[in-house]
């Protein structure tokens, strides 16, 4: 089934030690990447039939796993050490997905292990992965499923052997219990067979994986291996970490405009007098302070004065850039019978995690190390190498866990920058971004227009558009690789136009194998036009699919009125696949729809699929006074074709709501003047716990397919139509502009003073 | 420069600082104490919320001179050793935590609204402003529940809770972390028990490579 080579223990990255004795490379099994066209068994007869779209055959995920296939024996390693525990340096980014306790889980059950004995950390970059290291596109578990099982049942099957070997008990009556192997009145802890194990001489055991439905962790509800050291302060971050000694501390005055370069520092010597200020350095981005704690840097940066030339939207606004979109959005053609349509915007959102961008870079004379939260590590070196003229391969990246990244630590903006001071002042720093940089320097979802329309023949939907324009999403960082990065001036304000770099290809694949209906709406078009502002964006959780699922949601809704159906009966009525409407009527059980609320009170659902998963979501809300609305209750039902840990898809479930109720009612950033006005969450009105509902039932669907599917990003669109549709019946409106509630309700710190600071009391 | 002293974690230390410094970066840059985190700087986000003198306090907006002489106890100084708090219990058993870096915040600040009301009501719960950006609000809710009950009727074990029983700690037990040793020593000192007993792990798998 597999090939086995003994790993060269003197090629591993992470350096070579006396605790590891078993170790190998295992050829993972093929994984099937079948077209699926067998979709429309099962539809009524009386609905349209619809052909299959891309993403419904071949998805983002499919598309990682492709480009992956070349490297995927190398991608999980397995070590076992002679205490007996098990080690995996997994080559993805952790940032509360818990991810790193579904691998430690599929580990365990495959080496029929306590799942205390598993301990799963985070790999360096390992550039011999090339594409295989990307943290994204809802991918880690669909990418790591097969290799992970395979390599864990591998290091168990040479275990098996050396017990057979030490104790002529035939290899079949042997077997894993607890960390020992046992059989044949023996009873071997794993620990006291590692050397044994590794030996060539067990080059061609034969490897199989378990049988899924024998599974006895994998599908289990598991609390967070990592959650101790959170809950006790223990856990590191970034910013924690203080891995060479002598870190200086720095901090970055930013331009009143985005992208804005620094002109002259006008008061470079009585910011050298400051307490605590060691230098300054100007690079790409602006004005670095370096201090001996972030407290004094953040006090020379507050007192710089700095002369700026312009950003490159110095002159926009939301208005300015709506403008842009609706007059680049391809128009929907004349009617043709009736039509169920609408207009819709949504706003730019930061991704605003809770650690802001953080990295540490020690630079030397021909090389260095990063350390930061990193999903695509690999392409971060090789930036950094070509940025500072070093030669490929002198960059190593450690990646740290990361406070949060949905999609923001895609890009390496902070290692990178690091890096840069790092180099220019000749010793090692510590970087971190302001919350307010954050919000108006840092990454955003872009802005998007919709025109979205159902035709309406009879009693049938005949055809379904939904036309996009959206700033561009910067996808410069490729596949992880430099080879597919796209970015010759990236992370510098003279950027080059994205989609002249051809990146637009690069948007209309990830937009056409993401973006799907689940519905048989008749022949389905959806399209995506970019405006070409440079601007930071990002991919957002769920990327093009929260804005643009999430208005198709709101048409369904208005659809089934117009067809004088029931929204829920409408879904599961044109829903492509059988499991889609066992989804939509589990929730609808589970939140009871259908039940008689109070006047100013409304439920609301969504539906949504992706990454071979789907899930719906039932709400509540609470909208008497419709400037103060909330949601109040929410049943959400999953299915993930192979739940790993239905615990941890819980959580994402959960998040996948809070962030929908945010971007739906009232977290946007108003860009004015080249700059958002937004700097920090008393202003960008993220969720907090008087906005999120107090009662909350998630269920997770047994297995469906036998494959896991996408998980992290799944929740957020079909929860955006949620809320929504929540809103538009309690309200008797039909939401159009999101968020819906978006006054500026606040003073905004001053522009280009980097002014953040409330005095202390 | 001037030296302030106070209490943290049932420790006396003393920092070499300017009095305005802010007692986040004190205690982070100084002490080397990184449970209480940067979120915004402005109290706003209350990651960093601590207790001062058994109150929440915010240490991104307190100035260094202003806790001179009183106590600080950051979440590394809530449990009791191995002991964790009950509302650190009840985070673990709710599995709360997703990235986990607003949850120190959040603990500190469901204990000291347990101190304040032993069954807090919902509304209550959502006068807390701690910001949870990966939206684990409803499982926060429901830890804080569980942990009412749990102190409302306590357990055989000795799971109290409070900052006490903080051990000394010899400076050569303490991590290489840049600081200097005796900034480092005042820090770890602060760290608490459980800390201790990780490093010595840590040191203990060291000392096998």
Known sequence: ?761 | MPQYSFTLNGKTVQVDAPGDLSVLWALRDKLGVTGPKYGCGINVCKACTSHLDGKAFNPCVTNLRDVAGKQVTTIEGLADGDNLHPVQEAWLEQDVAQCGYCQPGQIMAAVALLKRTKNPTDEEIDAIENVCRCGSYFRIREAIKAAAAKMATPVAGPATGGANGIPDVAPEQLPATGLDAKTAAVGAAALGAAAVTALLRDDALAAED
Not at chain 1, 175 to 198: K, N
Request: aromatic residues 6%.
């Open chain 1, 1 to 761: 089934m597999s090939d086995l080579q003994r790993y060269d223990e003197q090629s591993d990255a992470a350096g070579t030690s006396r605790r590891r004795f078993l170790t190998y490379l295992v050829a993972a099994p093929t994984l099937a990447v079948a077209v699926q066209y067998g979709l429309l068994d099962g539809v009524a007869e009386a609905v349209v039939p619809t052909q299959p779209q891309p993403a419904d055959n071949f998805d983002l995920g499919d598309f990682l796993i492709l480009a992956g296939k070349s490297t995927e024996d190398k991608l999980i390693v397995i070590e076992v050490d002679k205490a007996g525990k098990v080690h995996c340096a997994l080559p993805r980014e952790e940032v509360g997905q818990g991810i790193t306790t579904s691998v430690a889980m599929l580990i365990a059950e495959e080496m029929d292990l306590p799942l205390a004995s598993v301990t799963v950390t985070l790999a360096p970059a390992r550039p011999e992965l090339q594409y295989n290291q990307i943290t994204g596109g809802s991918n880690t578990i669909r990418s790591v499923y097969g290799p992970t099982r395979t390599a864990a049942a591998a290091a168990k099957a040479r275990l098996i052997a050396a017990a057979a070997e030490r104790t002529g008990v035939p290899r079949a009556r042997l077997q894993m219990r607890d960390g020992d192997v046992v059989g044949g009145g023996h009873s071997i802890a794993i620990g006291d067979l590692t050397e044994a194990a590794a030996s060539p001489r067990l080059a061609g055991v034969t490897v199989a994986v378990k049988d899924p439905s024998t599974f006895t962790l994998v599908g289990k509800p598991t609390n967070r291996k990592d959650a101790r050291a959170m809950v006790t302060g223990q856990q590191k971050y970034t910013n924690d970490l203080e891995p060479v000694p002598g870190l200086l501390r720095a901090m970055v005055r930013r331009p009143p405009t985005i992208n804005g370069t620094v002109k002259a520092i006008l008061n470079e010597a009585a910011i050298k007098k400051m307490p605590g200020i060691r230098g300054l350095a100007i690079i790409p981005t602006g004005v670095a302070v370096l201090a001996d704690t972030f407290g004094q840097a953040l006090d020379g940066k507050e007192a710089l004065e700095v002369s700026w030339n312009p950003g490159t939207v110095d002159a926009e606004d939301n208005k300015s850039i709506l403008s842009k979109l609706k007059a680049l959005n391809a128009p929907l053609g004349p009617a043709l019978g009736t039509v169920v349509e609408g207009e819709f915007d949504f706003a730019f959102v930061n991704h605003a995690p809770m650690e802001t961008i953080t990295a540490i870079a020690d630079i030397k004379a021909d090389h260095g190390t990063v350390w930061a939260g990193m999903k695509m590590p690999i392409v971060a070196a090789q930036f950094i190498e070509d940025d500072l003229g070093f030669a490929r391969g002198s960059m190593t990246a450690i990646v740290t866990q990361g406070g949060g990244s949905f999609g923001r630590r895609l890009f390496f903006d902070g290692a990178l920058e690091a890096a840069r001071i790092s180099k220019a002042v000749g010793k090692p720093v510590k970087l971190m971004w302001t919350r307010v940089d954050d919000m108006r320097h840092g990454r955003a979802r872009a802005a998007s227009h919709h025109l979205v329309r159902a035709t309406i023949t009879g009693n049938d939907v005949v055809r379904f558009e939904h036309h996009v324009a959206s700033v561009e999403t910067d996808w410069r960082h490729g596949l992880g690789e430099i080879m597919t990065a796209n970015g010759a001036a990236f992370g510098d304000p003279s950027v080059v136009p994205i989609s002249a770099g051809g990146d637009a290809t690069f948007s209309q694949s990830v937009f056409g194998s993401t973006v799907k209906s689940p519905y048989n709406l008749g022949p389905t078009t959806q399209m995506l036009n970019e405006a070409n502002l440079v601007m930071h964006t990002g991919a957002w959780r769920s990327v093009y699919s929260a804005n643009t699922r999430g208005a198709e949601e709101i048409i369904v809704d208005e659809v089934a009125k117009a067809l004088g159906k029931d929204p829920v009966a409408f879904r599961i009525e044109y829903a492509k696949d059988p499991r889609y409407a066992a989804v939509i009527k589990k929730c609808a059980e589970l939140g009871s729809w259908g039940k008689a609320m109070p006047t100013g009170f409304a439920q609301g659902f969504g539906f949504h699929a992706e990454y071979k998963s789907c899930s719906a979501y039932l709400v509540e809300i609470d909208a008497r006074d419709p400037m103060k609305p909330r949601v109040i209750k929410a049943a959400i039902v999953g299915d993930y074709g192979r739940p790993i840990n239905p615990r941890g898809l819980e959580s994402q479930l959960l998040g996948g709501l809070t962030d929908a109720i945010s971007t739906t009612l009232r977290a946007g950033l108003h860009i004015d003047k080249g700059l958002a006005l937004e700097g920090s969450y008393s202003q960008f009105h993220f969720a907090r716990q008087k906005d999120a509902p107090r009662e909350v039932k998630i269920h997770i669907m047994p297995p469906t397919t036998g494959d896991p599917g996408g998980a992290g990003e799944l929740g957020v669109p079909a929860a955006v139509g949620a809320v929504a549709n929540a809103y538009a019946r309690a309200t008797h409106t039909k939401p159009r502009s999101f968020p819906i509630i978006f006054p500026v309700d606040f003073t905004p710190f001053t522009k280009g003073t980097g002014s953040t600071r409330v005095q202390p009391r």
